[in-house]
């Protein structure tokens, strides 16, 4: 059960962030308004949640879920991939600091925490761009002394694993097809999106709802099956930026 999130307030700069994308210069007024709703959602939600300062020295610093990954026993600072990112996880480690004991990943050591993806005791850990193989051997030692299990998965497309992978409750993996034949992701059920749908593969499960971005009809349908609530939420500022609903937030 997640109680706590964090998150960040977009700063005026955003659209000064890093992305592959080629869509319209995103706008500030507009992003604010759904982070704003984002925020109320998990509010709704019975969530507490923490709403940090906008970092302007950090046009990405919103997608906080880069910054750690936090599990019941710890909250782990990472070290993003990206040198532009770097140096936004320390405002972050003060906050968690209240809430859990601290672990770090160092340098040469990179991860993002968009690439960790933790189903019940598991952790797969995506390899990409951003989350290297130390990194991410780092992170393994970690989250096995707390008694987890964990895997390398190689991200070969998308910014990061979650990008293509996410948990929608009861180990099931909504996935893109480009991942569905991975060997380390056999055994779970799959809910394989539709090529013209694969941005909607970021929903976030939070408790019994799960929060996927609007206008993703054939998804949508698909998640139904599940049985759970449905909330879709504007996202068209964060997909802008390379950013989907799980990025936006910590939950823990
Ligand atoms: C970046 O490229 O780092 C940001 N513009 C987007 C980060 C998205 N974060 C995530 O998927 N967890």
Same mark, same amino acid.
């Given at each position: 059960?997640?109680?706590?999130?964090?998150?960040?307030?977009?700063?005026?700069?955003?659209?000064?962030?890093?992305?592959?994308?080629?869509?319209?210069?995103?706008?500030?007024?507009?992003?604010?308004?759904?982070?704003?709703?984002?925020?109320?959602?998990?509010?709704?939600?019975?969530?507490?949640?923490?709403?940090?300062?906008?970092?302007?020295?950090?046009?990405?610093?919103?997608?906080?879920?880069?910054?750690?990954?936090?599990?019941?026993?710890?909250?782990?600072?990472?070290?993003?991939?990206?040198?532009?990112?770097?140096?936004?996880?320390?405002?972050?480690?003060?906050? /968690?600091?209240?809430?859990?004991?601290?672990?770090?990943?160092?340098?040469?050591?990179?991860?993002?925490?968009?690439?960790?993806?933790?189903?019940?005791?598991?952790?797969?850990?995506?390899?990409?761009?951003?989350?290297?193989?130390?990194?991410?051997?780092? /992170?393994?030692?970690?989250?096995?002394?707390?008694?987890?299990?964990?895997?390398?998965?190689?991200?070969?497309?998308?910014?990061?694993?979650?990008?293509?992978?996410?948990?929608?409750?009861?180990?099931?993996?909504?996935?893109?097809?480009?991942?569905?034949?991975?060997?380390?992701?056999?055994?779970?059920?799959?809910?394989?999106?539709?090529?013209?749908?694969?941005?909607?593969?970021?929903?976030?499960?939070?408790?019994?709802?799960?929060?996927?971005?609007?206008?993703?009809?054939?998804?949508?349908?698909?998640?139904?099956?599940?049985?759970?609530?449905?909330?879709?939420?504007?996202?068209?500022?964060?997909?802008?930026?390379?950013?989907?609903?799980?990025?936006?937030?910590?939950?823990?």
């Amino acid at each position: 059960m997640f109680k706590n999130a964090i998150v960040r307030k977009p700063c005026q700069n955003f659209a000064q962030g890093l992305t592959t994308q080629e869509m319209d210069a995103p706008n500030y007024e507009t992003m604010l308004a759904q982070h704003t709703a984002y925020t109320q959602t998990l509010r709704d939600l019975g969530l507490t949640v923490e709403v940090l300062e906008a970092q302007e020295a950090y046009p990405d610093a919103h997608f906080v879920e880069d910054t750690a990954v936090v599990f019941l026993e710890a909250a782990v600072i990472t070290n993003p991939g990206a040198d532009a990112r770097k140096g936004e996880e320390v405002t972050i480690e003060e906050v /968690l600091a209240a809430h859990r004991p601290i672990e770090r990943i160092i340098a040469p050591g990179t991860v993002d925490g968009g690439d960790i993806l933790m189903v019940e005791r598991h952790f797969f850990i995506g390899v990409s761009e951003r989350t290297n193989e130390a990194g991410a051997d780092q /992170l393994g030692a970690i989250v096995e002394k707390y008694g987890y299990t964990w895997t390398k998965v190689p991200v070969a497309a998308g910014l990061h694993f979650k990008s293509s992978v996410n948990h929608v409750g009861n180990n099931s993996l909504l996935i893109t097809d480009t991942f569905k034949d991975r060997a380390e992701l056999a055994g779970y059920p799959l809910i394989v999106l539709d090529t013209d749908e694969e941005y909607a593969g970021n929903t976030l499960l939070i408790n019994e709802t799960l929060i996927m971005p609007q206008g993703y009809p054939k998804t949508r349908a698909k998640l139904e099956t599940l049985g759970l609530a449905i909330i879709e939420l504007e996202t068209s500022e964060t997909q802008k930026m390379d950013g989907g609903l799980t990025c936006l937030s910590l939950r823990f």
